[in-house]
């Protein structure tokens, strides 16, 4: 893989800091950990135009493109602000697991990591349940 294009990586930065803000989420105190997602996000944004989350398999990640699920940031942050790959993290540079669903692998990872910010974030929380019944699906 070659090196992202100096705009996407401009893109994909603004767009983490702004996330943070917005989410009331951390960068994560290993700058190497949050330049590695940077680099994978910039990537595909350069070979797919969008910023498909880097740490997930996709069979096929043009088709995965076509839905915002795992678009950066994803349903899982969008709904339960939890970030998998470490780019949006408490202060300690934890994932929030706290608003997952008690069986989500997150929480067997993780533990339980409480929300610093309750008040912001979780833009789509109304579709918990929903967020649910696809992952439950995708289980079985
Ligand atoms: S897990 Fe979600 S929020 Fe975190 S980097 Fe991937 S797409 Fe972005």
Do not use: Q
């Given at each position: ?28 105190p290993d700058p190497k ?67 997952l669903p008690a069986d ?23 579709k918990a349940e929903e ?10």
């Open positions: 893989m070659g090196k992202p294009s100096e705009k996407s990586l401009e893109r994909v930065e603004r767009m983490v800091t702004n996330f943070c803000e917005k989410s009331g989420t951390f960068r994560h950990i949050t330049e590695g997602v940077v680099l994978g996000l910039a990537a595909n944004l350069d070979e797919l135009g969008r910023p498909l989350c880097p740490c997930r398999f996709y069979p096929d990640k043009k088709e995965e493109v076509k839905h915002r699920t795992w678009i950066c940031p994803c349903d899982d942050m969008n709904v339960y602000k939890y970030c998998h790959c470490l780019l949006f993290c408490t202060p300690e540079g934890l994932p929030v697991t706290e608003h989500h692998e997150g929480r067997g990872t993780w533990g339980e990591v409480k929300d610093p910010t309750p008040e912001k974030g979780r833009a789509l929380k109304h967020r649910e019944a696809e992952r439950i699906a995708r289980k079985s």
